[in-house]
């Protein structure tokens, strides 16, 4: 029997390669992707399409997309999902955000966010997962300690990045679809 490639997905989003510096510490350890050249990110639509993505799919975003100017965001304050065991950075303001992933939801309402898990997706960085023997609160207060003399962490967003999971678990950026800079 032939070896079968693993389904390999993809995802849209917004990338902070220039945060990583501050949030390795805490990505590395606990997010595998974070060590699968994934920056950090907050995700618009993902898992997407299967991979390769199509070129018609990658016109659709853009159409989905087309006319949202570049923005700045920043992230000033660490919050949790609690269920999920996840502490992430909010953005702000990020009604841009949420109406990115409502087009992109409308453009594509067979793949919708989180694999239909999620309802109403909340615009999130993740900065650590903590392990099921880890206690969330501690985890919590040491970030808070140790990121606060960061924040906030600031970023124009002039693109949007479509990435794409590789053979070996990786992912590799394939696309970056600029916003309308202003």
């Known amino acids: 029997m032939p070896n079968t490639p693993p389904h390999r997905s993809s995802a849209s989003g917004i990338s ?3 945060f990583a510096p501050v949030l390795a510490r805490w990505r590395e350890p606990s997010l595998p992707t974070a060590l699968r050249d994934v920056p950090p990110h907050i995700t618009l639509l993902g898992p997407w399409r299967p991979a390769p993505v199509a070129p018609d799919d990658i ?3 853009s159409e989905a997309l087309a006319g949202i100017e570049s923005f700045r965001l920043t992230f000033r304050s660490v919050e949790r999902f609690a269920s999920h065991g996840v502490l992430y ?3 702000e303001p990020d009604a ?4 990115m992933i ?3 939801v409308r453009a594509f309402p067979e793949t919708p966010p989180y694999g239909g898990t999620v309802a109403n997706p909340v615009p999130h960085l993740t900065v650590a997962v903590a392990a099921p023997a880890n206690d969330l609160d501690g985890l919590h207060a040491e970030v808070m300690r140790d990121l606060t ?3 906030p962490l600031e ?3 002039r693109e949007i990045t479509i990435a794409e999971q590789q053979e070996d678990g990786g992912w590799t950026a394939v696309h970056l679809l600029p916003l309308v800079v202003r």
């Open 16 to 18: 902070f390669p220039q």
């Open 149 to 151: 003399p960061h924040l």
């Open 155 to 157: 970023a124009l967003v």
């Open 102 to 104: 409502r087009r992109l």
């Open 89 to 91: 950075l909010r953005p």
């Open 96 to 99: 841009l955000v949420r109406e």
């Open 59 to 61: 016109v659709s975003v």
